[in-house]
């Protein structure tokens, strides 16, 4: 058990001694139990947290979400507010009595709730065709600040509704032309389909005060052919800031989201920090004078990786905390456990009283926790330490509390509370002890190993319960996508559930990585796949020295840059038996002209693909597809546009069917990019299914015919 843990679970281990539970392998429909914590949000006057219980609803194949609070002093057990099953973002007024909330209704967008902490039924406070963001509560509790994408024609036809109930509006909208005019090369996400051009996120402000019928009126704010993001009310409630990148075609350029403000009845918009490059996650320090964000200076020439800087704005000069620390301020480890809805923005910067200090997250080699900057002096004092992630936290005004969550190893995100004063870190949820307890989990070993070049690579490796190093097993390469992200102690359902299943499975973060520093994460620049892919192969040797790996049974699979990886691994080696690539990229021209955001400004290639084609062919792994001797599984979401299917898996199994060799490809109807993080459940579960199914045709000989050609 990690340290920083132990203070949370003193009262759980001072129990009677009992016979110690019958554990039993974990399995992949264990997901379907799984309990997910998110978006904690502490009370102003520290005495409660509210957050977002998420969980799966197997009977509907879909997950749901509520809010629940707990005290925390951790006297009373957790307690539901709401029933869902589509609530989220819970938001304390200033005096603690009452919460803001979003909640959904089947296909209609959010809107925000009110719920009095005194009792009584949530009642509906904004009532827009496009919803609303979760409510930033004003200093002195009577207004909400929000955005919404609401148009005004979306508007008139909504007070014509209203006014003519026995009408046909909507035979009326079928009227309007559903052609679209592109005028932007980024029209389309991969969450959120096709953009409609006259959607903008617009800040808007409403009474806190529920109507006695129907939604309360609100206001729109700001207008223009700009969205605006993050709304922050200035301490006397005078100003509203917020932050956009008000430029029409901002791909052309470099990073350049600026904070500005607007008045908080309307009027017109000014600029308050304007560096060369992006503010994120802003907080304006106690007295006005300042403000803390997350961001970075852009460099020249443009890297393709960027560590995430705390940085400070006053006395009308930017100041970079952290330029001399080698990791991310912020969590950019990666797992496949975090809270498929409900999840929060990613938090803040947390100022001290006196404005002296700050508090952030950080993530250094693979682990995220929080420390405390003095601004005077630049010196980092840990407040968590340990092998685990913090993921998200909200503090007390004073910063006295700090509400947090945090998952390892071996352990889902469970809901902390952290006293700043003595770093005393209190468990206050245990969702997933029962079902944990009676698994035969494996706990994570990091591994340390040198590369081709000398370089030191770190990596985790997850062995079967009860492992023999004596035996030989079978292995399984798992990579990671980004590619700037990071293995480290998380939980990862798909490697413990591999283990299980008999596979030793390796987890590297080979160069390009976040978390290692910016030289690391930045090396692969203009030679992406390229060392990474030896960095790979030294953790795949390294494991063959230890003994315990039969070299003749070794699968190698990943997801988008991982997919990537692994279509360039089996194209340079025929070691691997058998290979799962999923949602890939196999032909990077093709990648170019169709993914949803643009690749106009020079970090991967320094050329367009019809300026330099044979540069985009050398680093394809379609360009080595007559090499690959490995069978290999494609696995698609149809709704994919980050990586669309002709571009990645669709491409090269078309190409290896064109040479009769091996390969099928799994299409799961409905799926975006996303599907292994918060797919349907049940598409998850099948996912998981056809991987291990595949591994263990081909590496273990179990005998399959649902792979036969038909």
Partial sequence: MKATLISGLIALWCVPAIAAPVRRPITETDLVKFRWIADPRISPDGRD????LVTVDENEDRYTSSIWTVATSGDTPPR?????????????????????????????????????MTGGEPRKLTDLPAGASPGVWSPNGKTLAFTSKTTPAELVEQKERAAHPDRDVAARSKKKTDVRVVTRAHYRDDTDGVFDPAAREHIWTTPAVAAPTGATAATQITTGGYDEQAPIWSADGSQIYFVSDRVYEPYYERGSANLYAVPSAGGAVKTVVDIDGPVARVAPSPDGKAFAFIGSINANPEPSYTESDLLVFRGGKTENL????????????????????????????????DG????VATSERGRSNLVRLDLASGKRQPITTGDHAVLSYSATPDTGRIA???????????????????????????????????LQLSQPEQLVYKSFDGRSIEAWVVKPPGFDAKKKYPLILNIHGGPHAAYGDTFFHEFQWMAARGYVVLAPNPRGSSSYGHEFGNSIQYNYPGDDYKDLMAGVDELLRRGYIDAKRLGVTGGSGGGLLTNWTIGQTGRFGAAVSQRSISDWAAFW????????????FRKFPFQDPEEYRRRSPIAYVERITTPLMLIEG?????????????AIFRALKALRKVAVMVVFPGETHDLSRSGKPSHRIERLRHIVRWFDKYLLGKPTTDYDVQ
């Fill in 322 to 353: 952290t330029a001399a620390h080698d990791g991310d301020v912020g969590n950019t480890t990666i797992g496949d456990q975090r809270p498929p809805r409900g999840n929060a923005p990613p938090s803040p910067p947390l100022w001290a009283p």
């Fill in 404 to 438: 947090l969550t945090i998952e390892d190893g071996t352990h889902l995100t469970e809901l902390y509370v952290l006293d700043t004063a003595s770093t005393r870190l209190t468990r206050l949820t245990h969702e997933n002890d029962t079902l944990l307890e009676g």
């Fill in 356 to 359: 002296t200090t700050l508090v």
């Fill in 49 to 52: 947290i509210a957050y977002v």
């Fill in 593 to 604: 002209y169709a993914t949803d955001f643009t690749l106009f400004t020079p970090f991967w």
């Fill in 80 to 116: 539901p507010l709401t029933g869902g099953p589509q609530d989220s973002a819970p938001r304390w007024s200033p005096d603690s009595r009452t919460l803001a909330f979003l909640r959904a209704k089947e296909k209609d967008p959010p809107q925000i709730y009110l719920l009095a």
């Fill in 638 to 650: 149809d709704r994919d546009l980050r990586t669309p299917t002709d571009a990645g898996g669709g």
